[in-house]
């Protein structure tokens, strides 16, 4: 994501060509892997090597049991999916820094502790309460879903999520009639993420949706990505995943779920709302203020590919914006 407060010697996307930078970076962390196993640190003194004592490494998660979930067959793709040492290392996730192709932002989520994970859930609902993620992941029908992926940036991939719809939320958590939208947000924890220290963003990130939205069988709320429980970068233990919006809608590691008459704002609408509005679906012919929406580079095999209107998802979300010619749909 980029906000007018850049400084000059940061392109956006479009006009830089990272793939270089990204490539270079990967030769350098394979032949850092490389290095350790050759040398055999770890195994061979006996200590255990740091990823497996890191309080958010996924292999220690208590869910572990329910994985890989049964794959949806409705939800498929025509391209293939995005390898995941590709796509866990390309991650916009600023509460742990600003670059995705930065490999420090992947490490640093990986620090984050995944339990205990409380989130609360209140607004208008019945019953305010707060609950341990692991009683609503085992509450819910976990499902496997390949979902189409493309941020607002202009580059996509394509990803296995693990989740449930969020409608089953939805009606576990019972919300009254005047709710009218659904606002997410992510922890505050500048000990574990300390980019939340810094003043350019307002945190907690926060997003949202309406009701209505909510209620589409492609909303969905991943907990695993790749048959296994989400690495942390991905937003573990609890993210959306909005396949015919742009990224930014998609909140991570949620610790909030809230039931509204208001329309929420969201993060990067408080920062930028002439660039990045609430409703932010897909669309090829509508750009960003600052560049082309009409294509997009699928990270995982290189390739550009047209952008499809509502991300390929018209068929099942166009209905819900018929009634709402006037709104700024596509930012
Ligand atoms: N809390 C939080 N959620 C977030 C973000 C973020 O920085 N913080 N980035 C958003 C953006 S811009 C995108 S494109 C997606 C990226 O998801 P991925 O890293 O799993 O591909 O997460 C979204 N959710
Ligand atoms: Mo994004």
Same mark, same amino acid.
């Given at each position: 994501m980029f906000i007018r407060r850049r400084r000059s010697w940061e392109l956006p996307e479009s006009a830089a060509t990272p793939e270089s930078i990204y490539l270079s970076r990967r030769h350098l962390l394979g032949a850092g892997v490389g290095l350790l196993a050759a040398a055999g640190v770890g195994a061979v003194a006996g200590i255990a090597p740091a990823q497996a004592a +890191? #309080? %958010? $490494? =996924? +292999? *220690? $998660? =208590?869910? *572990? $049991?329910?994985?890989p979930a049964k794959r949806n067959p409705a939800f498929t793709l025509d391209h293939p999916v995005t390898p995941e040492d590709i796509s866990g290392n390309y991650n916009n996730f600023y509460e742990f820094g600003s670059e995705r192709t930065n490999y420090q932002c992947t490490a640093a989520a990986a620090r984050m502790p995944r339990r205990p994970w409380t989130v609360k859930i209140d607004g208008l609902v019945e019953q305010p309460r707060e609950v341990g993620i692991d009683d609503i992941i085992r509450a819910m029908p976990l499902e496997e879903r390949l979902y189409r992926h493309r941020c607002v940036e202009a580059w996509s991939m394509a990803v296995p999520w693990t989740g449930f719809p969020v409608r089953e939320l939805v009606a576990w958590a @019972? =919300?009254?009639? %005047?709710? @009218?939208y659904v606002r997410l947000e992510t922890f505050l924890n500048p000990k574990v993420a =300390? +980019?939340? *220290? %810094?003043?350019?963003? #307002?945190?907690p990130y926060v997003d949202g949706l309406t009701m209505a939205e909510a209620a589409n069988d492609l909303a969905f709320f991943v907990t695993g990505v790749y048959g296994k429980p989400a690495p942390n970068q991905f937003g573990a233990p609890l993210r959306l995943a909005l396949p015919w919006k742009y990224g930014f809608k998609s909140v991570k590691s949620i610790v909030r779920i809230s039931f509204t008459a208001d329309r929420p704002i969201g993060l990067w609408e408080k920062v930028q709302g002439r660039e990045y509005g609430f409703w932010a679906n897909v669309n090829p012919e509508v750009p960003h203020p600052r560049w082309s929406q009409a294509s997009e580079r699928d990270i995982g095999t290189g390739e550009r590919r047209p952008t499809l209107l509502y991300n390929g998802y018209a068929e099942q979300v166009a209905g819900l914006y018929a009634d709402l010619k006037g709104e700024k749909l596509f930012m």
């Open positions: +890191a #309080p %958010g $490494d =996924p +292999a *220690n $998660d =208590p869910t *572990n $049991d329910l994985y @019972k =919300p009254l009639s %005047g709710a @009218k =300390p +980019a939340q *220290n %810094g003043f350019i963003y #307002p945190w």
